[in-house]
C-alpha cells in the first residue's frame, strides 16, 4: 500500500504569520503546502497579494536575495489560486518551490502548465499538479494531457479560504479519476478533517492536505500526529 502523507497547508496575508505557522511545525513535517490567492480568481487574498509592498517582499524572493523562511527545514509546495498562473509560474520554480500547483478553470492554465514542461523531471524536477474543483469530472484534465505529475481534487467548492465544510463530491470525483488513472498520484485539499480522513484515503487520496485541522488549535504539532494517528488505527 501507497504512503499516505498528511501536507499542512498554510494561508496567511504576510510573511511574518507564514514564517509563524512553519515554526509551529517545524521538526514535524517535510513539506508543507503555501495557499497562494491573488483576490482573482478566488474571493480572498493572501502573501505576497495582500499588499502591494509584498510583491517587492517576493521579487527579493525569487532574485534569490532572500530566502523562503525556513527553507532548509521544508519542501514547499505552492497551490496558486491565481486567475493568470502562466504570468507567475516560473517566478515559483526561482523561488524554490518543488510542487507547483495550477488550477484546471483558472485563465491561462494551460500556458501556465506548458512553461512549467521544462522544469518537470530530473533530480532536481518541480513535479506539476493540476487542481480540479469537486464539482468538475475527469474529463476536465483531458486538455492538459502530459503536462503534469499529479491532481489535486479541491474538498470544497469555494476555495481561497481555510476552515470550510467537506464537500462530499469530491470523493465521488477521487474514485473516478483513481479508475480513469490508476497510476495518477491523487491528493485533496479542503476541508479534511479527522471525520473525513479515511474516506479520501479509501477513494483514493495518497496525499491529504489540511490547513485549520492543524493550525485551527495551541498545538499544531499534536493535531498532526493524531490525525496520522488515524491513518495507523
Known amino acids: 500500500m501507497q504512503k499516505i502523507e498528511i501536507i499542512p ?6 510573511l511574518d504569520e507564514i514564517a509563524a505557522r512553519l515554526e509551529s511545525i517545524q521538526g514535524a513535517a517535510r513539506s508543507v ?15 505576497p497579494y495582500a499588499e502591494k509592498s509584498q510583491q517587492a517582499e517576493f ?28 504570468r507567475v509560474v516560473l517566478d515559483w520554480v526561482e523561488a524554490g518551490a518543488l510542487r507547483i500547483i495550477v488550477h484546471a478553470n483558472s485563465v ?4 501556465a ?24 469530472t475527469s474529463d476536465t484534465l483531458e486538455p492538459f494531457s502530459g503536462l503534469y505529475d499529479f491532481v489535486q481534487v479541491m474538498g470544497v467548492e469555494k476555495i481561497g479560504f481555510q476552515g470550510r465544510g467537506f464537500d462530499a463530491r469530491a470523493l465521488t470525483l477521487l474514485r473516478a479519476l483513481k479508475e480513469k488513472y ?27 492536505t489540511s490547513g485549520s ?15 496520522r494517528d488515524i491513518l495507523k488505527a
Request: charged share 25%; aromatic share 8%; proline share 4%.
Open 213 to 227: 485541522a492543524i493550525f485551527g488549535n495551541d498545538d499544531p504539532r499534536r493535531s498532526l500526529r493524531e490525525l
Open 108 to 111: 491561462g492554465s494551460l500556458d
Open 33 to 47: 503546502q503555501i495557499d497562494v490567492v491573488d483576490g482573482g480568481y478566488a474571493p480572498n487574498r493572501t502573501w
Open 182 to 208: 490508476p497510476g495518477l498520484q491523487l491528493q485533496i485539499d479542503g476541508g479534511v478533517g479527522h471525520n473525513h480522513l479515511l474516506d479520501c484515503v479509501e477513494a483514493g487520496a495518497v496525499r491529504i
Open 59 to 86: 521579487a527579493r524572493i525569487v532574485a534569490q536575495d532572500e530566502g523562503f523562511p525556513l527553507w532548509e527545514d521544508f519542501d514547499f509546495e505552492i497551490d496558486l489560486m491565481v486567475a493568470h498562473p502562466e
Open 9 to 14: 497547508a498554510i494561508l496567511e496575508q504576510s
Open 113 to 136: 502548465l506548458q512553461k512549467l514542461s521544462t522544469f518537470r523531471g530530473g533530480d532536481f524536477g518541480v513535479a506539476v499538479g493540476v487542481a480540479l474543483s469537486c464539482t468538475d
